[in-house]
């Protein structure tokens, strides 16, 4: 797996700004809303998991 | 580390605050020679970094190593994870390296020149650097 290397040309480089109040509201919203949504999406594709065992039990049976 | 010695930032400063970390990356068996710079801020949820810099050596097309912001931001994320915030990284960009931090991390452009490294890709990036 290779490492990731800066577009030719360009020096990636970072000078963040303060945060004002408001982005890092923005930011705590964004961060809630996106665990909840993915928190969602876990719990569904699990129970979809053991739906297809308790199908597959009986057949492995006989 | 000075101006003088061709770093951009004034990192006395950022070791001088108390809010910020800041860590160095250097090569295995050469400690005295610093790569890359980096100063982050830990927020409630999530971890904002406010520095980032490669060594002037690594500047530029004559630069002696490739890929220290990217070793730097997976170590970012990385610290994120350990912090329990799920990898949840965030920085401002200029507006010109908006579309490369999109294009080489995966940042995601949460608008205002805010960037947001999301779960999955911090997850990715530490894997990339850090997966033995």
Known sequence: ?62 | MTIKNGWNFNWKQELDNNSREVFKLTITNNPSIIQGLLSFTIKPDHLYMNLLESAPFNLGHKKLYDGVPGNLVAYACKVSFQNGFEGFVSFTAKTKLIEHYEKTLGAYHFGNQLMIIQPIIAQQLVNKYFKT
């Open chain 1, 1 to 62: 797996m290779g490492h990731i290397k800066e577009p030719d040309g360009v020096d990636l480089v970072i000078k963040s700004r303060p945060l004002t109040k408001e982005e890092e509201i923005a930011i705590s919203n964004y961060i809630r809303a996106y665990k909840a949504k993915h928190s969602i999406k876990k719990s569904q594709s699990k129970r979809a998991t053991s739906k297809t065992r308790k199908v597959a039990d009986p057949l492995m049976k006989k």
